[in-house]
């Protein structure tokens, strides 16, 4: 098989799935009990954040264990938006964000707050003079993803990093969940207050994650019932995730020196798409992530190129995993200002550290053979 839909989930590493399954079988206490077994774990979670927090360049006590993405996001936007709610009632964000941001300001808008969508450009950029535009005086959070699902393009996280400076009062959270261990950031060159991220984007196991927040910026929970996690995040820690979340995030930074050879595959992609008739390229050419590539096949159906790719072990994705069951045009590539038909035939390509370049030329190939029958079939 080809897999190609590492923006929707990557493999595990071995290592990561012995680790999980050796804490799991032998570290099994809870950490929150007084005994040695739960003393042990309690032990693995501290060391495990340590590890996590050094990669980062944080403090420890600056990472709070989630189940992934979606609950970091929730917990950074709500709780945030929440907490500083006397001071005021306006957020931002951009038209472009992952479902469980765009879906958490959404609710927020119905519990009587008031958010500005910042727009994008051609390659799906926000502008950082349009942000500062939009800051009021009670304004409270800027939230902005690293690496877009979608596309792969980069926001200038630094530059508004800058520019929040002079918005002291204001907080500042990340979605890097696609950016981490492929695109580097800074969390504090960047001036970022909160951070989410997941590892199962980064080879560890699915439900776990972490979110980063700045020492002396006060989230309310969204979980009760718990003293862990710093009172964040009520609930027995995922031990087993955490340590080899940990494990995962050590040898996928570490592979980051492979980066060229991402690079070069992304270029290959895109230079046999871009010979094929019809096929136009969605994502920038400039400030992207090397792992993704979007394209469209306009007078196809992406779930049906998904699915004859499928038929030929190859597997690809339409938008994003969250939102790839709704046939709608992607939201993304609507902001970009892409047509109608382009922006509901986009296909999502996306890469690992482990993939090559005979299976992007396999991929090409088969896409070569499938683009002609599903045309005939349209067009009969
Ligand atoms: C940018 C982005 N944010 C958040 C998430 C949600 O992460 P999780 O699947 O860990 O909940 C995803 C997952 O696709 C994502 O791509």
Not at 45 to 68: D, Q
Not at 291 to 299: D, K, L, T
């Amino acid at each position: 098989m080809i897999y190609l839909d590492n923006s929707a989930t990557t493999k595990p590493y071995q290592e990561v799935v012995e680790t999980y399954a050796k804490v799991a079988s032998t570290y099994f206490g809870n950490p929150s009990s007084l005994h040695s077994l739960g003393m042990q774990a309690e032990g693995l979670v501290t060391e495990s954040r340590s590890r996590i927090a050094n990669i980062l360049g944080v403090k420890a006590k600056e990472i709070i264990f989630t189940s992934g993405g979606t609950e970091g996001n929730n917990i950074a936007i709500k709780g945030t938006a929440w907490a500083k709610k006397s001071r005021g009632k306006h957020l931002i964000t951009t038209q472009v964000e992952h479902a469980s941001v765009a879906e958490a300001f959404a609710q927020l808008e119905q519990d009587g707050f008031e958010v500005t969508y910042l727009p994008v450009d051609h390659a799906g950029r926000i502008n950082v003079m349009q942000l500062e535009a939009a800051i009021r005086p009670d304004t409270t959070l800027v939230s902005i993803i690293h690496v877009n699902n979608e596309t792969g393009t980069i926001q200038p996280i630094h530059e508004v990093g800058k520019l929040l400076e002079k918005f002291p009062h204001l907080l500042f959270h990340v979605d890097d969940v696609q950016g981490i261990t492929k695109v580097p950031l800074n969390i504090r060159e960047a001036r970022i207050d909160l951070c989410s991220c997941s590892a199962h984007k980064f080879h560890g196991m699915k439900g776990n994650g972490f979110l980063f927040v700045r020492e002396g910026v006060r989230v309310n929970s969204l979980l009760h019932g718990g003293e862990q996690e710093n009172q964040l995040r009520a609930g027995t820690e995922n031990v087993a995730g955490i340590v080899s979340m940990a494990k995962a995030l050590r040898i996928a930074s570490e592979q980051k020196s492979h980066d060229k050879k991402l690079v070069s595959l992304r270029e290959r992609l895109i230079t046999q798409l871009t010979s094929i008739e019809g096929i136009v390229i969605n994502s920038p050419s400039y400030d992207v992530a090397p792992h993704i590539v979007n394209f469209s096949i306009p007078g196809t159906k992406p779930e049906v190129v998904v699915q004859s790719l499928t038929a030929k072990e190859v597997y690809v994705s339409t938008k994003s995993a969250c939102s790839s069951k709704l046939s709608a045009p992607s939201r993304v590539l609507s902001a970009m200002g892409l047509s109608e038909e382009r922006a509901s035939s986009g296909i999502r390509v996306s890469f690992s550290y482990e993939t090559t370049q005979q299976e992007i030329d396999r991929f090409i190939a088969e896409l070569k053979v499938i683009i002609p029958e599903l045309r005939e079939v349209i067009n009969s």
